[in-house]
């Protein structure tokens, strides 16, 4: 703006340009990782840029992917979801038990509305009691826990006969050579980003997060809308145990231990922010599929497994600093 | 009357816990006894001196999650290098980790203005990456018994470990509520824009807690490998969770501006007081996940229907 005065000078003409050059960042920042990340592993390693290696790095995804979709939601709309990762391994649980004893269309069934009475929890404590998200996430977090820990009396679960059972389709099969599991994330990943960006529901979300009470004003429960929230990560997260169980074919009882933050992690990498109203599901495919990246890369380059947390550790912190930095128009704070 | 009610009302925990120590000592015969007590002021000191530091780090507005990692880091440096530079100077090395990841995290907040959530939420991740990167997945076994003797040791039969944490809070009390930088703790976390006005500076002062923390956790994770005489490299992980459990309960705000260190201990004493009752009884710990996590929620809640005046008058 300045800019467009005549008697601006040089100074103000590079604190311009630098702004632009930081907003530039801070709206692309994440795709220019994304294409950084891509060129430097592909240049370094010969493996990496293979469709097989591809498609092997969207399956690890896949489950980290399909929960941080919902939990997406849950951050637009100005909450956290904490309990994601205790959910995972309740459910994971929960659908490798049934298998063998009610078998596996019910099972899958029962999971879902088991996981969704769970969500369903979280969303009326968050929703229509009001309470602080974090604490309430984070005391179910444990809870969850306490209960698959209860239910399976501290034993890990397993799927007798492996081989001859349909449930194998969701974890270890593939159609035209691409595995199943990418399948469901990416197909889900596609039904929520249009449901987030062309429906009033995802409208609703955005304007809830956003400015709660304009929303209100503009007659948009709020209550209703986070509860629907929660119930959709509770739906995805269902979605992730059922790709888990098929996988592994059986669960240990705190399989999802830590999911919570990795997800979260992801989803912030995707700059969703965490104050709400702002975010995408395309964002956050990209943040799961960064982090899957500099997981496989490091592999492939001969580094131990723990090198990509270090990576991880400096890559969220920058590209969250860079999109607030952008917003604000300077790198640093002035406090 | 009245000031007995408001204070109750301010930390329903307390109550809590007088009503657990009721319940569990009439349940069973061993939980009534000085040797239990101290048994229980050991087993809480590890989450406690985290708690300290993460009392002062909520009030502030900011939380902590890289504080479980932190623990490892120190625990695996104290024990690790003992060999080579003798037991003072590792544990000296342990604390200084501790101190730096703290700044570290403090001056990324302070500068880019990132929300301490998500910056120690990435120190988490990479600092586990460096606990992994030093012990090779490998977990260290102090070889010098002096090192282990001092976890298990007393003075006047009070053990080392319950002594140091009793001194601490009351170090962290009267930092908290008597000196300056206290003050300014408050003023922080309740209004940062008029901290800011009133010229804090507001940058530093969040720094140094970051720092108080990471010392706490360090602390906590060397006096944690004493007990076992040993460190794993998985060492401290949930802690994050258990201790801004123990401080919520304590009724420290996460919004920040309000909280107590007495508050905090209160949050302390119940978990683990809980957990050493129901072992007691022989109930099998999931329970007693169940029932945090259900105790959770409940002072949660009960804390908004409290307070909700008061509340009223602050929100805008």
């Not at chain 1, 941080?68 to 995972?88: Q, R």
């Not at chain 1, 349909?166 to 990943?189: C, N, S, T, Y």
Request: glycine letters at 12%.
């Amino acid at each position: 703006m300045k800019a467009s005065l005549p008697m601006s000078n040089s100074s103000t003409v590079a604190t311009d340009n630098r702004k632009r050059v930081l907003q530039f960042l801070g709206k692309h920042g994440i795709l220019l990782a994304f294409l950084l990340c891509m060129m430097i592993f592909s240049l370094t390693t010969d493996r990496f840029l293979s469709t097989g290696n591809l498609l092997t790095v969207l399956m690890q995804v896949s489950i980290l992917g399909t929960i941080a979709l919902g939990v997406t939601f849950v951050v637009i709309g100005g909450n956290l979801d904490l309990s994601v990762g205790s959910l995972l391994s309740f459910a994971t649980v929960l659908v490798v038990d049934l298998h063998d004893k009610v078998g596996p269309t019910q099972a899958i069934v029962l999971t879902i509305v088991f996981t969704l009475i769970i969500g369903a929890i979280n969303g009326t404590l968050v929703g229509y009691l009001k309470l602080n998200s974090l604490i309430v996430t984070l005391g179910m977090l444990s809870a969850i826990q306490g209960i698959t820990l209860i239910y399976t009396s501290g034993q890990n679960v397993d799927i007798q006969d492996q081989e001859n059972t349909w449930f194998a389709f969701f974890g270890r099969e593939a159609i035209f050579g691409i595995p199943v599991p990418a399948i469901i994330f990416i197909g889900l990943a596609i039904i929520l980003q249009v449901v987030l960006l062309k429906t009033a529901f995802g409208r609703k979300v955005f304007a809830i997060g956003g400015n709660g009470v304009a929303a209100a004003f503009s007659g948009i429960y709020r209550n209703r809308m986070v509860f629907s929230t929660y119930l959709l990560s509770a739906f995805t997260t269902a979605c992730a145990a059922i790709i888990l169980g098929s996988r592994v074919m059986g669960s240990q009882n705190n399989v999802g231990q830590g999911y919570e933050l990795q997800v979260l992690a992801g989803v912030i990498l995707g700059g969703t922010s965490l104050l709400g109203g702002s975010g995408s599901i395309m964002r956050t495919v990209i943040g799961i599929l960064i982090l899957g990246f500099i997981q496989n890369g490091l592999l492939l380059l001969g580094y131990p497994y723990y090198a990509q947390w270090l990576v991880t550790w400096v890559v969220i912190i920058l590209a969250v600093w860079l999109d607030i930095a952008a917003k604000r128009g300077r790198l640093l704070n002035d406090f | 009357m009245h000031a007995f009610i408001q204070s109750v009302k301010r930390q329903p925990i307390w109550l809590f816990i007088i009503a657990c120590i009721i319940f569990f000592s009439f349940s069973n015969e061993y939980f009534f006894a000085v040797n239990n007590f101290q048994n229980i002021l050991v087993q809480t000191s590890t989450i406690g001196l985290i708690a300290l530091g993460m009392t002062f780090v909520m009030i502030n507005g900011n939380i902590d999650l890289s504080v479980g990692s932190t623990v490892a880091l120190a625990a695996s440096l104290a024990v690790g290098l003992q060999g080579a530079l003798g037991i003072p100077m590792a544990v000296v090395i342990g604390l200084g980790a501790g101190v730096l990841i703290g700044a570290i995290n403090g001056l990324i907040v302070w500068k880019t203005g990132v929300d301490a959530f998500i910056v120690t939420l990435g120190a988490m991740i990479g600092v586990r990456g460096l606990v992994f990167v030093y012990t090779e997945e490998q977990s260290f076994y102090a070889s010098n018994f002096a090192y282990s003797d001092f976890g298990m040791s007393s003075i006047f039969s009070l053990p080392v470990l319950a002594l140091i944490f009793i001194a601490l809070t009351i170090v962290a009390h009267i930092l908290l509520k008597y000196t300056l930088h206290g003050r300014n703790v408050y003023a922080v976390g309740g209004n940062r824009k008029a901290a800011i006005e009133a010229g804090i500076k507001v940058g530093p002062h969040m720094l140094i807690n970051f720092m108080l923390i990471g010392f706490m956790a360090a602390l906590s994770g060397i006096l944690l490998s004493t007990q076992m005489g040993a460190s794993t490299p998985n060492l401290g992980r949930d802690y994050e969770l258990w201790t801004i459990t123990a401080v919520v309960l304590g009724g420290t705000r996460l919004n920040g501006g309000a909280g107590t260190i007495i508050g905090t201990l209160g949050g302390v004493l119940a978990i683990g007081i809980l957990r050493n009752g129901m072992n007691l009884m022989q109930v099998p710990s999931f329970y007693v996940l169940v029932i945090m996590g259900s105790i959770l929620i409940t002072v949660l809640f009960l804390d908004k229907r409290l307070n909700v005046t008061a509340s009223k008058g602050v929100q805008i």
